[in-house]
């Protein structure tokens, strides 16, 4: 079937949809953004890039759909692989599956996925104590 008659039986209803003050989200895996659009749709589209955070709770997975594989054969659609080197090196190789032709047009989406998952996973620093500098701070 193709793309733009899977969209347009998709687009309005779907049970990934979610309507919401007026806007509609799409919560699919394969959509970068969530937005419910033909451009971000993992369902929808043949190729589709994927940003997750890792099971193991540091670096984060990227699945990207392998469009020869036979749709009785779910399992084998999807292509992951998981980055833990860090920010830079996770960045730069999102970039260039990006940029290789396969998505390019998800390259900066792809990017800041990558960016919010990986900085979701630092630890958070705990506030210094603060301490007053005036008369009332130093009295008992």
Do not use: C
Request: charged fraction near 20%; aromatic fraction near 4%.
């Amino acid at each position: 079937m193709s793309a733009d008659l899977t969209w347009l039986l998709i687009k309005n209803n779907n049970s990934y949809l979610v309507k919401r003050s007026g806007v509609q989200f799409s919560s699919e895996a394969g959509n970068l953004l969530n937005k419910n659009s033909f451009k971000y749709s993992g369902l929808a589209n043949k190729k589709t890039v994927d940003v997750a955070a890792a099971p193991s709770g540091r670096g984060v997975v990227v699945s990207t759909k392998v469009t020869s594989v036979p749709a009785y054969k779910p399992s084998k659609g999807l292509n992951k692989v998981t980055l833990s080197k860090g920010v830079r090196k996770s960045a730069r190789s999102v970039a260039g599956l990006t940029r290789s032709g396969y998505r390019a047009d998800l390259r900066q989406a792809a990017l800041a996925r990558v960016s919010a998952v990986l900085n979701s996973q630092k630890p958070v620093k705990a506030a210094p104590k603060k301490t007053g500098n005036g008369i009332r701070a130093t009295k008992h």
